[in-house]
């Protein structure tokens, strides 16, 4: 298991960027959170056995297709335990 807080730049609101990172984390089997920020940016905490995280970043780059991904941050983080993954309006 490992632990990746993520922060992706672009047009990344308003595309669906957070529900389709929802169903590609749903699908690896990832649990976290995902939310939009002021600045117009995605920040995205995600745990999951390292192949799957992999998977995901791999489509943060890319996005669904009306996005338009201008770079993309992570670092590892401390796990916490999270239960599944959702789109939240706030940070925990």
């Not at 669906?16 to 990172?21: A, E, F, M």
């Not at 939009?36 to 791999?58: I, K, Q, T, W």
């Amino acid at each position: 298991m490992k632990h990746l807080n993520i922060e992706v730049y672009g047009k990344v609101q308003g595309v669906y960027y957070r529900l389709t990172c929802k169903a590609v984390a749903d699908q690896l089997g990832i649990k976290g959170f995902v939310m939009n920020r002021p600045d117009g940016s995605v920040y995205m905490e995600a745990e999951g056995d390292p192949f799957a995280l992999e998977e995901l970043l791999e489509f943060c780059k890319e996005g669904p297709e009306r996005a338009e991904v201008k770079s993309l941050m992570q670092e590892e983080g401390p796990l916490r335990g999270f239960k599944n993954f959702e789109v939240v309006k706030k940070i925990k």
